[in-house]
């Protein structure tokens, strides 16, 4: 014997419509706020970033002024010695010329007593 096959029934389901409860609102709020927050914080960041490659681009410029600088503290400084010395040179001289004057105004006084 041969049975019949029952046609089944195909069972419908109706789709759950999805209300907008009020913690999905709560939820896309906080999730707004959130990429707010994560929009400040880098929008912080880069200007942080900007600030510090100015002041590396400010340190690097002052370095280099402070290099040029003692480069010519340097040279000031083996000018004076150079001065220095001129100056020692000089004031020997000065010395010897003093005696020289000292002993031709001796001689002309004696002449003088003659």
Request: net charge positive; aromatic share 0%.
């Amino acid at each position: 014997m041969k049975k019949k096959r029952g046609v089944k029934k195909r069972v419908v389901k109706k789709k759950a419509t999805k209300k907008a409860s009020p913690q999905g609102g709560m939820l896309k709020e906080a999730l707004s706020d959130i990429n707010k927050e994560i929009s400040n914080l880098n929008k912080q960041k880069r200007d942080i970033n900007t600030q510090i490659k100015n002041l590396d681009s400010s340190m690097a410029n002052s370095q280099e002024i402070e290099k040029r600088l003692q480069e010519r503290i340097a040279r000031l400084l083996e000018k004076e010695a150079s001065l220095k010395d001129k100056k020692k040179k000089v004031g020997i001289r000065l010395d010897r010329l003093a005696e020289r004057l000292s002993k031709v105004q001796k001689v002309k006084f004696e002449l003088g007593e003659i």
